[in-house]
């Protein structure tokens, strides 16, 4: 079965502080995608990062960076120096493909970052 | 705004009503997908559509809720005889139709069932 867990519920952080966001995933598939969103208050999930799982190099956008590792089953999340206008909830999310070539995203609970000023 | 557009932004009904939400896709994305999202909880699929072709629905989907995708373009979400446990927000995604392409999302239309 697939899964996507992430443990931490809500994190609280001040201005400027780094903050990780973990993600452990679940599946049985060899060729699989991870997927980051972040849901700000206004509802809309918008786009971070894909990443396949052949490629486990880690990626950096900006004050964002991923890290991939298939020997623990993690696609954890950095924030470098958050900012205010970070808080918001943030999903990991694994694509696996079916049949017809398609795919459906299987979402964890999210993360809840605040961060105050 | 070239964004995936979903209408209404919110709905309140009573209990026992039918609903309907639409979606509209980004223009050359030809896979479309719902999801319903509950409070403190990750979206959770729904159904989705390659073109006008409904290829696959979640058993969350009962028997009240139809979608359709006529001519390939915009789709709606029918709800009939609306429960309680129907209140959430609905979320509607598109992408191309190649690969694991990202799902781009709307702003969703909450549902809340008095």
């Known amino acids: 079965a697939q899964k996507v867990t992430q443990a931490q519920t809500e994190i609280s952080v001040v201005e400027k502080e780094d903050v990780t966001l973990d993600c452990v995933y679940e599946t049985r598939d060899t060729t699989y995608y991870l997927f980051w969103y972040k849901q700000p208050p206004s509802g809309e999930l918008v786009f971070l990062i894909r990443r396949n799982s052949f490629d486990e190099q880690n990626e950096i956008s900006g004050r964002y960076s991923w890290n991939f590792q298939k020997s623990t089953s993690s696609f954890n999340f950095t924030i470098t120096a958050s900012q205010v206008v970070d808080s918001a909830v943030y999903f990991c999310?694994?694509?696996?493909?079916?049949?017809?070539?398609?795919?459906?995203?299987?979402f964890g609970a999210g993360t809840r970052l605040a961060v105050h000023p | 705004d070239t964004g995936v557009s979903q209408d209404p932004r919110h709905k309140i009904t009573k209990r026992g009503q039918n609903v309907t939400f639409r979606c509209d896709p980004i223009s050359e994305h030809n896979r479309l997908y719902w999801y319903r999202q509950t409070l403190g909880q990750g979206p959770e699929f729904l159904t989705y559509?390659?073109?006008?072709?409904?290829?696959?629905k979640s058993r969350l989907l009962s028997d009240r809720f139809s979608a359709e995708r006529p001519k390939g373009s915009f789709s709606t979400l029918e709800i009939q005889r609306t429960e309680q446990g129907d209140s959430a927000m609905y979320l509607c995604?598109?992408?191309?139709?190649?690969?694991?392409?990202?799902?781009?999302f709307g702003d969703g239309t909450r549902l809340s069932i008095l």
């Open positions: 559509f390659q073109n006008e072709a409904q290829l696959e």
């Open positions: 995604a598109s992408s191309l139709g190649r690969g694991s392409q990202p799902q781009h």
């Open positions: 999310a694994l694509s696996v493909p079916l049949s017809g070539g398609y795919n459906k995203l299987i």
